[in-house]
């Protein structure tokens, strides 16, 4: 079972920025991982924001977002960064950190549905609101 500690959440006005990090532990280092942001606002399914296989691998972007987001990686950390730009008072909900051997990033790429991301793939998530 994974480990992640999301952090980077917080109130921001229209079109402003936030970077959220996840760091990742406790994990098979020896496979290849996928480490992803997901988002959920209220009242909506959980959909998939960006992902980024280890240790320069391919990178994912769900579609809603792709042109203000970057997912970034700083390895010696364990850490995967999400920046965020150009925020919409739509962007508002939870972000959630998600890690496995694949199926994250399938599900940001929309070939498989975050539901079947295994429970323990998953942080406690980061709150983002954006105001108008």
């Known amino acids: 079972q994974v480990q992640l500690e999301e952090s980077g959440g917080g109130s921001v006005q229209a079109g402003g920025s936030l970077r959220l990090s996840c760091t990742v532990s406790t994990y098979k280092h020896h496979m290849a991982t996928c480490i992803g942001w997901f988002r959920q606002a209220p009242g909506k399914e959980r959909e998939g924001v960006a992902a980024k296989y280890s240790q320069g691998g391919s990178r994912y972007y769900g579609a809603s977002v792709k042109d203000r987001v970057t997912i970034s990686e700083d390895a010696a950390k364990r850490t995967m960064y999400l920046q965020m730009n150009d925020l919409r008072p739509e962007d508002t909900g939870v972000y959630y950190c998600?890690?496995?051997?694949?199926?994250?990033?399938?599900?940001?790429?929309?070939?498989?549905?975050?539901?079947?991301?295994?429970?323990?793939?998953w942080g406690r998530g980061t709150q983002v609101t954006v105001s108008s």
């Open positions: 998600a890690a496995d051997h694949g199926r994250v990033c399938s599900a940001v790429a929309g070939l498989a549905a975050p539901t079947t991301i295994d429970a323990g793939a």
